[in-house]
C-alpha cells in the first residue's frame, strides 16, 4: 500500500540533508554535456559532492552562528548524518580536485572562495546573494566542463554560460519570496525591493530572455531541433511554478518543485534526443 507519510519523510530527508540540491545541480551538469556535446564524468560527480559538502557546510555555520532556520531542529537531530556526508563529500572532492587541470583547479578554488565566504557575510551584501548563487552555479555545472575539457570559448558557448546564469537567477527568485518573512530587516533581496508580483514578473522576463536566446542558437545551427523543443518545455514549466510561487506555499513547493527543474532541464533534453 502506497505510504504517503513515508514519501514525505523521504523526501524530507533529501532536501534537509542537501543531497536533493546537490543531485539538481548534477542533473543541470548532465545537461551541458548534452548542449555542449562533450561528457566528463569526473566533473560531474566533482560538482554533486561538493555541492552536497558545501551546501551542508553553509547550512552548518548559520546554524550554529546563532541564525534561526526552518531545518535548524533537524539538523540538532541529524548532525552526526550530516557531518558523514560533509566528510565523505569533501573526500571524494578533493580526490577528483587533485585529478583536474590547473586552470580547472583555479576556477574551483574561485568559487570556493565565494562560496566559503558566502555564510559569513558575502551573502548579507544588499542584492549580492542572488547573483552570487547564480554566478556559482553557472560555473559549476558548466564552465568547469569546458576549462576540463579544454573546449574553446565561443560566443555560442558565452551564450550557454549566460543562459544558464539567467535561468539559476530566475529560479532563484522564488526563494528569496519563500524567505521574505524571515529575510526582513536582515538581507536586502529583489522581492523586499520590488514585492511579490513585479519579482515574479521580473523572473518570467528573464525566462523569456532565455527562450530568445534558446530560438537565436537554433537559427544559427547551435542547437539542435530537439535541444531547443526540450529548452522551451522546460522554460514554459518554469514559468508556471515561478508564476505561482507564493510565501504561502509550502516549503515542499520551494525545496522541491523549484529545484526539481534543474533535474527536469536533463530529463527533457534526454527525452527528446530519444524521440526527436
Same mark, same amino acid.
Given at each position: 500500500m502506497?505510504?504517503?507519510?513515508?514519501l514525505?519523510q523521504?523526501?524530507s530527508?533529501?532536501?534537509n540533508?542537501n543531497?536533493?540540491?546537490?543531485f539538481?545541480?548534477?542533473?543541470?551538469?548532465?545537461?551541458?554535456?548534452?548542449?555542449?556535446r +562533450?561528457?566528463?564524468f569526473?566533473?560531474?560527480?566533482?560538482?554533486?559532492?561538493?555541492t552536497l559538502?558545501?551546501?551542508?557546510f553553509?547550512?552548518?555555520?548559520?546554524?550554529?552562528k546563532?541564525?534561526?532556520?526552518a531545518?535548524?531542529?533537524?539538523l540538532?537531530k541529524?548532525?552526526s548524518?550530516?557531518y558523514f556526508?560533509m566528510f565523505?563529500?569533501l573526500?571524494?572532492?578533493s580526490?577528483?580536485f587533485?585529478?583536474f587541470?590547473?586552470n580547472?583547479q583555479?576556477?574551483v578554488?574561485?568559487?570556493?572562495?565565494l562560496?566559503f565566504?558566502?555564510?559569513?557575510?558575502?551573502?548579507?551584501i544588499?542584492?549580492?546573494k542572488?547573483?552570487?548563487i547564480?554566478?556559482?552555479?553557472a560555473i559549476?555545472?558548466?564552465?568547469l566542463?569546458?576549462?576540463?575539457?579544454?573546449? +574553446?570559448?565561443?560566443q555560442?558557448i558565452?551564450l550557454h554560460?549566460?543562459?544558464r546564469?539567467?535561468?539559476?537567477?530566475?529560479?532563484?527568485v522564488?526563494?528569496d519570496?519563500?524567505?521574505l518573512?524571515?529575510d526582513l530587516?536582515k538581507l536586502?533581496?529583489?522581492?523586499?525591493l520590488?514585492g511579490?508580483k513585479?519579482?515574479?514578473?521580473?523572473?518570467?522576463f528573464?525566462?523569456?530572455?532565455?527562450?530568445?536566446?534558446a530560438g537565436?542558437?537554433?537559427f544559427?545551427n547551435?542547437? +539542435?531541433?530537439?535541444?531547443l523543443?526540450a529548452?522551451?518545455?522546460?522554460?514554459?514549466?518554469?514559468?508556471?511554478?515561478?508564476?505561482?510561487?507564493d510565501?504561502?506555499?509550502?516549503?515542499i513547493?520551494?525545496?522541491f518543485w523549484?529545484?526539481?527543474?534543474s533535474?527536469f532541464?536533463?530529463l527533457?533534453l534526454t527525452?527528446?534526443l530519444l524521440?526527436v
Amino acid at each position: 500500500m502506497f505510504d504517503l507519510v513515508q514519501l514525505r519523510q523521504k523526501i524530507s530527508f533529501l532536501i534537509n540533508s542537501n543531497i536533493w540540491v546537490a543531485f539538481c545541480v548534477f542533473s543541470l551538469t548532465l545537461s551541458s554535456e548534452i548542449l555542449l556535446r +562533450t561528457s566528463n564524468f569526473s566533473v560531474s560527480q566533482f560538482i554533486f559532492f561538493s555541492t552536497l559538502f558545501i551546501y551542508n557546510f553553509q547550512r552548518s555555520v548559520r546554524i550554529f552562528k546563532g541564525f534561526n532556520h526552518a531545518r535548524k531542529d533537524w539538523l540538532y537531530k541529524n548532525r552526526s548524518v550530516v557531518y558523514f556526508l560533509m566528510f565523505f563529500s569533501l573526500l571524494i572532492s578533493s580526490y577528483h580536485f587533485s585529478n583536474f587541470k590547473l586552470n580547472t583547479q583555479i576556477a574551483v578554488l574561485f568559487t570556493a572562495f565565494l562560496s566559503f565566504f558566502y555564510p559569513f557575510g558575502l551573502r548579507n551584501i544588499p542584492y549580492v546573494k542572488i547573483f552570487v548563487i547564480s554566478f556559482v552555479w553557472a560555473i559549476g555545472s558548466m564552465l568547469l566542463l569546458l576549462i576540463e575539457n579544454e573546449i +574553446t570559448i565561443t560566443q555560442n558557448i558565452i551564450l550557454h554560460l549566460a543562459s544558464r546564469f539567467l535561468f539559476v537567477f530566475a529560479i532563484t527568485v522564488p526563494f528569496d519570496i519563500r524567505d521574505l518573512e524571515h529575510d526582513l530587516g536582515k538581507l536586502k533581496t529583489i522581492p523586499l525591493l520590488l514585492g511579490t508580483k513585479k519579482s515574479k514578473c521580473l523572473a518570467n522576463f528573464v525566462i523569456l530572455i532565455c527562450v530568445c536566446i534558446a530560438g537565436f542558437q537554433y537559427f544559427q545551427n547551435n542547437i +539542435t531541433v530537439s535541444n531547443l523543443l526540450a529548452l522551451i518545455l522546460l522554460y514554459i514549466l518554469t514559468l508556471a511554478l515561478i508564476t505561482k510561487s507564493d510565501i504561502k506555499n509550502n516549503d515542499i513547493y520551494f525545496s522541491f518543485w523549484i529545484e526539481s527543474l534543474s533535474i527536469f532541464s536533463y530529463l527533457f533534453l534526454t527525452i527528446m534526443l530519444l524521440i526527436v
